[in-house]
Every structure is written in structure tokens, then in C-alpha cells.
């Protein structure tokens, strides 16, 4: 990550600036539809930036790469916002939804830090610790493993009929992965589940 901040130009003049030079091609097409972009661009470029020392990044969510920036407090330890990277060759300062809101993957008091369980037979939900729950998670996923894997199992020969070949693998264990991913969580992932012998690894979140 490199350090942005001394230069003299600034984010929000380089967005100026852009806004101009592109916005021109852009703002005859929608002109052409009856549409003038000019108040919002104006709001966009008056909405209050948190200030902070300003990292370069990328985001961490899918293989595309655009370019973050993210404000941090070096004296507090903190990260005090993420926005797009308009120096980046890629993204131009854009982000999608998910990218935009990756300050939240970082902060976000109103995540839910207890899970709610019902015991089998119970008629009520019982609140327990996440790390109960990634334990309870991890037995489970061992017990279901232990108890359906494959050695070896008889499959297509190529000269006809069946062949007994070894597999070291399970049918009983599938992972689905969400779009909360990011790169490196779903990279170790697979590569848990992999060396559980799990073949069905699949993410809803797909480029
Ligand atoms: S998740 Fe969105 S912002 Fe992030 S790299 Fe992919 S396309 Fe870009």
C-alpha cells in the first residue's frame, strides 16, 4: 500500500477535473434524454470527506481490483472511512455497491456478534457465544466427514466397466460461499475444504 497524502493534487480536484473532461461526452447523451446530471455531480462533490491519513488499496472482494483509498487515524488505530481511488487505472474511483461499502466489512456496530440456537426438541431459541457456534460448526463438519468418506470408490474405466480407484473424498459435506467473501478468506476456504476431502465448494458470488 502507498501512502497518498503531500501530493499536490487532490482527490476531490482530480474528480473535478475528470468531471469535466468526461462529463462532457456523458452529459450530451443524457441531455439527448431530457436528463441534466449537473445538480447531483454538484452534491456528490459537496458531500463531506472524512479526513485522515490517506492509504491506497484495492478491494478486497473480487478479482476486478479497483482501486480504494482508506482514510485511517495512525494515533487511534482506526480506519475512519473507505472510497474510491480515482488515481487507479482500473476503477477511475468507481466502486459497485459491495466495493462502496466496504468500510462496513471493518465497522459496523449493528453486526450481530451472538447467534440464536434451539436444541433439538426445544420450542425455544436460546442466545450463545459465536465461538459455541464455530465449535458446534466444526464437530459437526468432522463427525458428518468421518462418518461418509471415500477411500476409494468404483468409477468409469475407460476400457469399459467399472474400476475401484482411490478417491479420498465425501459426498456428505457441501460449502457455499457468500458475497461477504473476500479473496483471501475464500482462498483458505477451499483450500480447508479441499483438504477435508469436501468436493462440492461453490460461491454465490461469481465474476
Ligand atoms: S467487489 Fe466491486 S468494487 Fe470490489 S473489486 Fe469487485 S467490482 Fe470492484
Not at 442466545?127 to 476409494?152: C, G, H, Q, Y
Amino acid at each position: 500500500m502507498a501512502e497518498r497524502n503531500g501530493g499536490k493534487l487532490t482527490r476531490r480536484a482530480f474528480l473535478k477535473g475528470t468531471a469535466g473532461v468526461v462529463g462532457t461526452g456523458v452529459a450530451a447523451e443524457l441531455a439527448v434524454l431530457g436528463i441534466d446530471p449537473r445538480p447531483v455531480e454538484a452534491k456528490a462533490l459537496e458531500a463531506p470527506l472524512k479526513k485522515g491519513k490517506e492509504v491506497a488499496s484495492v478491494c478486497p472482494y473480487c478479482a476486478v481490483g479497483c482501486g480504494q483509498i482508506v482514510m485511517v487515524d495512525p494515533a487511534a488505530g482506526k480506519i475512519l472511512d473507505i472510497q474510491g481511488n480515482p488515481d487507479s487505472p482500473i476503477s477511475e474511483g468507481t466502486l459497485c455497491p459491495k466495493g462502496a461499502a466496504t468500510y462496513q466489512l471493518v465497522v459496523n456496530p449493528q453486526r450481530w456478534t451472538k447467534v440464536k440456537y434451539r436444541a433439538p426438541g426445544s420450542d425455544r431459541w436460546e442466545e450463545k457465544p459465536l465461538s459455541w457456534a464455530m465449535d458446534r460448526i466444526a464437530e459437526r463438519v468432522k463427525a458428518t466427514r468421518d462418518a461418509a468418506f471415500n477411500e476409494s470408490q468404483d468409477v468409469p474405466a475407460a476400457a469399459g466397466g467399472t474400476a475401484r480407484k482411490r478417491v479420498m473424498n465425501t459426498y456428505a459435506v457441501a460449502s457455499l460461499g457468500g458475497a461477504t467473501m473476500d479473496n483471501e478468506w475464500n482462498y483458505i476456504h477451499q483450500k480447508l475444504m479441499h483438504s477435508l476431502g469436501v468436493v462440492f465448494v461453490e460461491n454465490q458470488a461469481r465474476i
